[in-house]
């Protein structure tokens, strides 16, 4: 952080960030004063930036697991949300003499339908015409943008080489790439688990699996058009490396109609080929259906765990086989919980607003990392702006988090972390381990049985940083808490006074 940068008021000298109550904020920025180019690209004024929040379709099935867990919010709560967001980064950081705003738009159809994803990319391009999008319901709908020069900020996670091919218009969600959650997922099996005994599995038909060398099966999601194929087979060629290979390699449908029966001939092959331990890498609601029908076939596998959607947290856990999640240990993209109250989203609503009055109390903390991402890329930019310097700015964004247990490690572009560009935010992992007995409240605060346990106090490892020492689950629970009442030493996110509104 240069000098000049420094000596503009809203820096804090100390740290070389911007004075707002987070660990992540962005490095200071000179003071700006003079012209700011004006139009520098497609939705970009002397005074505007235009982006748009997307709101996919959604699916009947999702819907229904949400609303059960306690974990919903309605659209109209989701959209203030992210509009308070928005208002709270306009006031605070560097956006060149221009204002964030905010067009809302909810996908017409299907979010699976290409064709429908299509049509509303188009729509937007044309009628709202802004620079960036958050949100997205499918692959069609980032390409159609990109072929406009607009960024999405959006998908869950997907094989390098599509943010590659996509550059520098794709990309930047709060998890990592798939290629880079396999490569953990390749580390963990390659060095902790593989020529071990399947020492955490149940039986088979009443017959042990603790007493076999371990074989592993993957049970992954994917796409009608295979877009998740490519990071399935860099996964097989990292497992490569340490000698492993999978017995059984299957993908299970995107949609959720009959589910149930879809899931009987997998689990069936699985059993068949012997295997004694089955990584899921999927959605957070069919390990539910894959669980129950591996009990209904009276077969009891070590799970291992990948930290893919959702299925890492103990909201959703908790609707899985107990018989079978009993089994379940492995990595986690996400962090040892800890009260709102120091979770980075709701600390800056509240030290802005003057209040904890989040509009989706349940959902706020998958709705801050797009506009918390975007503000940060237009900050570091400067003002003439355009995607790839927005990228760039992100992408100068420092490594952060590192060595944190209730933070993950943060970093974006060409900073030794990963072998490749990071288009992504997330960088380190940590080991779970599903503890049945165990009680206390989930990631919305609904008190019940059955938690996640984090080894060795949530330490986190980065790529090649992971130990080849068996992993220690399923024991030394004083050593593997649930959750944190508050940050461990050193980790509390600064305090500045609250700002006058």
């Known amino acids: 952080v240069s000098g000049n940068a420094l000596e503009n008021p809203d820096c804090d000298p ?143 996670s997907l094989p390098q080489e599509e943010y590659e091919r996509l550059d520098p218009y794709f990309g930047y969600t709060s998890l990592m790439g798939s290629t880079q959650g396999y490569m953990h997922r390749a580390e963990y099996i390659g ?34 058009d295979g877009s998740y194929k490519s990071g399935v087979d860099f996964f097989v060629r990292e497992l490569s490396k340490y000698g492993v290979q999978l017995t059984e390699v299957l993908a299970y449908p995107s949609d959720f109609a009959d589910a149930a029966e879809r899931a009987r001939p997998l689990i069936q092959r699985l059993k068949n080929s ?25 077969y009891f596998p070590e799970w291992i765990i990948s930290g893919s959607l959702l299925t890492d947290t103990s909201l959703f856990a908790r609707t899985y086989d107990p018989a079978q999640w009993s089994n379940a240990f492995g990595i986690s993209f996400l962090t040892t919980p800890v009260p709102d109250q120091f979770n980075n989203a709701f600390r800056l609503w509240e030290w802005h607003y003057g209040n904890g009055d989040i509009p989706a109390e349940n959902q706020f903390k998958t709705i801050y990392p797009g506009p918390s991402t975007f503000f940060t890329g237009v900050h570091l930019a400067g003002p003439n702006l355009t995607p790839r310097s927005w990228q760039q700015g992100l992408f100068s964004y420092p490594v952060s988090g590192v060595g944190s247990r209730t933070a ?54 980065l790529p090649g940083q992971h130990p080849s020492t068996d992993p220690v689950v399923f024991t030394a629970t004083e050593s593997a808490p649930t959750r944190y009442e508050a940050p461990p030493e050193g980790e509390a996110p600064p305090d500045y006074p609250r700002p006058q509104r």
């Not at 980064?89 to 221009?98: K, L, S």
């Not at 069609?140 to 998908?155: G, H, S």
């Open 408 to 461: 993950a490690a943060v970093s974006y572009g060409n900073q030794g972390v990963w072998p490749f560009t990071d288009y992504t935010t997330l960088d380190d992992v940590t080991e779970i381990w599903w503890d049945p007995s165990a009680n206390g409240p989930d990631e919305v605060g609904n008190t019940g049985a059955g938690m996640y346990r984090y080894v060795d106090g949530g330490r986190r490892y």
């Open 274 to 298: 012997g295997v004694t331990s089955v990584m899921f890498s999927g959605d957070f609601i069919n390990p539910a259906v894959y669980t129950r029908q591996a009990t209904q076939q009276a």
């Open 191 to 224: 060095k902790r688990l593989a020529g071990r005994k399947a020492v955490h599995a149940g039986t088979s038909d009443g017959l042990p699996l603790s007493t076999k060398d371990r074989t592993f099966g993957l049970l992954y999601y994917d796409t009608p």
């Open 14 to 156: 100390a740290t070389g960030r911007i004075r707002v109550p987070s660990a992540f904020a962005p490095p200071c920025v000179p003071v700006f004063a003079g012209d700011n180019g004006g139009a520098t690209h497609t939705g970009v004024s002397a005074d505007k930036i235009k982006i748009v929040f997307f709101q996919p379709q959604s699916d009947p099935a999702v819907d229904a697991a949400l609303t059960a867990a306690g974990a919903s919010n309605s659209a109209e709560e989701q959209r203030a949300t992210f509009q308070g967001y928005v208002d709270l980064f306009n006031a605070h950081y560097e956006t060149y003499g221009r204002t964030v705003e905010v067009v809302f738009r909810q996908g017409s159809g299907e979010a699976g339908d290409d064709a429908i994803g299509r049509a509303d990319a188009l729509a937007i391009a044309t009628e709202d015409r802004p620079f960036a999008v958050i949100g997205a319901p499918n692959s069609a709908f980032v390409e159609e943008l990109a072929a406009r020069e607009i960024i999405c900020i959006c998908l869950s």
